[in-house]
C-alpha cells in the first residue's frame, strides 16, 4: 500500500502539504478556546474583505482607482480612492455578520452600531481599511489592520462608549499586508500566526505558527526627515545608534514597516513632530492592534514611556506616539527616554 503520508514540502504545490487555511485554524481556535463560531464567522469576513482589496490594489492602476478624491476624511487628511473603496469592502463584509456590534473605521468620523449588544451585538471592530495609502500610486506595500474588541455594555449613549477600551481588552488583532504577496498575521491572544494568499486557490493558507521576533537586531525605521522636530532624547537615541552599526529601513507604511520589524526584528519608531505633538498613528486602529501583535511575538509597545495597550482611550481617533518592536531595541529607545536622553 503506498504511504499517502503528505510530505511538507512546498515547492510542488499546495496538494503536497498539510494545508492549514485560516478557517480551519480560527475554527480550531474556537474549539481550543470554547468559542461558538461567531468569532471565526468575523475573521472569515475580514479574509474576505482583504481578497477583495487585495484584488483591487493590485488592479488600481488598470481600473483607475488611483489618486485622491476632492474629499479629506476627519483627521483633514486627503482621501485616496483606495481608502474609499477599501472601506466600503469591510463594512460590507462585516456588516452583515450576526455577532457585530459596532464598526470603527479611521474613515468614519463617529462608529457605525450594526446593532446593540441586547441585539447581539457581541464584537465591536476597529480597523484602518487602508494604512499606507500614500503609497498605493507608487506599488508599495499597503495593508489593512484591525482591532477586535467585545462591546460589554448592555446600555450605552453612544457607540464610543462601547468600542473606546484599552488594548489589553483586545480579543484579537491582526493586518492584512498587500505586497509582493498577500499575508494575514493573526493573533487571538495565544502567540501570532501568519499566513499567505494562495492565488492558486485563493486561500490564506498557514505558513508559521507562534512567531518570535528576535530580541535584539540593529535595524530602525523612523522618518528622520522630522529629526530637527523629534524631542531631544530621540534625537540622542539616532546618534547613538548612529554610532552602533545600525541599518535604516523606512517603508513609510505602518503595516509594512511593523511587518519587517516581526519577521526580522529591530524597532519602529513614530515620535511626537512638530506636526503631530503627540505622534501621528492612531491609538484604536494602528498602535493597539499592532502593539498586541509586537507583544504577543516577544516584543514591546511603548507611546513614549507608557505601554500602549494601557492607555485608556478618551477618543476614537485619537493618536499616539510609538516605539515597538524586539524587545531589546525598544528597551534602548526608553533608556534614552527614561535617562533624560543619556544613553
Ligand atoms: P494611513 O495611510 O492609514 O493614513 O497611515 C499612514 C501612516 C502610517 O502608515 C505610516 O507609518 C505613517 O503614516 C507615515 O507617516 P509619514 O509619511 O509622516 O512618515
Ligand atoms: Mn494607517
Ligand atoms: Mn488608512
Known amino acids: 500500500m503506498p504511504d499517502y503520508t503528505v510530505t511538507t514540502t512546498r515547492y510542488l504545490g499546495f496538494a503536497d502539504q498539510n494545508l492549514t487555511t485560516l478557517q480551519s485554524y480560527i475554527l480550531a481556535e474556537e474549539d481550543d478556546h470554547g468559542g461558538t463560531g461567531d468569532f471565526s464567522w468575523i475573521i472569515s469576513g475580514i479574509s474576505l474583505a482583504g481578497r477583495a482589496i487585495a484584488n483591487k490594489v493590485r488592479r488600481a492602476r488598470i481600473d483607475d482607482v488611483i489618486g485622491g478624491l476632492d474629499s479629506s476624511n476627519v483627521h483633514g487628511e486627503e482621501q485616496q480612492k483606495l481608502d474609499i473603496i477599501a472601506n466600503e469592502f469591510i ?30 451585538g457581541k464584537y465591536c471592530v476597529a480597523f484602518d481599511p487602508l494604512d499606507g495609502s500614500s503609497n498605493i500610486d507608487v506599488s508599495v506595500g ?8 467585545k462591546s460589554d455594555h448592555e446600555d450605552f449613549d453612544d457607540a464610543e462608549q462601547l468600542i473606546l477600551q484599552p488594548g489589553t481588552k483586545q480579543v484579537a488583532a491582526g493586518y492584512i499586508l498587500y505586497g509582493s504577496s498577500v499575508i494575514f498575521v493573526l493573533t487571538t491572544g ?18 508559521a ?9 540593529k535595524i530602525y525605521s523612523i522618518n528622520e526627515a522630522y529629526y530637527d ?3 531631544a532624547e530621540y534625537q540622542n537615541y539616532l546618534q547613538w545608534a548612529h554610532k552602533n552599526d545600525y541599518s535604516a529601513r523606512y517603508i513609510g507604511s505602518m503595516v509594512a514597516d511593523v511587518h519587517r520589524t516581526l519577521v526580522k526584528g529591530g524597532v519602529f519608531i513614530y515620535p511626537p513632530t512638530g506636526v503631530h505633538r503627540k505622534g501621528k498613528l492612531r491609538l484604536m486602529y494602528e498602535a493597539n492592534p499592532m502593539g498586541f501583535i509586537m507583544e504577543q511575538a516577544g516584543g514591546l509597545a511603548y507611546a513614549d514611556t507608557d505601554r500602549i495597550m494601557d492607555i485608556e482611550p478618551e477618543a476614537l481617533h ?6 515597538m518592536g524586539s524587545k531589546g ?6 533608556r534614552f527616554l527614561r535617562n533624560g536622553g543619556e544613553s
Open 318 to 323: 485619537q493618536r499616539c506616539s510609538v516605539i
Open 229 to 231: 522636530k523629534f524631542p
Open 329 to 334: 531595541e525598544v528597551e534602548n529607545v526608553l
Open 142 to 149: 499597503v495593508g489593512t489592520i484591525f482591532s477586535i474588541l
Open 91 to 120: 463594512m460590507r463584509c462585516l456588516g452583515d455578520r450576526a455577532d457585530i456590534g459596532v464598526l470603527a473605521s479611521e474613515e468614519g468620523e463617529t462608529p457605525t452600531i450594526i446593532r446593540s449588544p441586547k441585539e447581539g
Open 209 to 217: 505558527s507562534k512567531l518570535k521576533m528576535p530580541d535584539e537586531k
Open 190 to 207: 495565544h502567540g501570532v500566526d501568519m499566513f499567505v494568499l494562495d492565488p492558486a486557490i485563493g486561500t490564506f493558507v498557514q505558513v
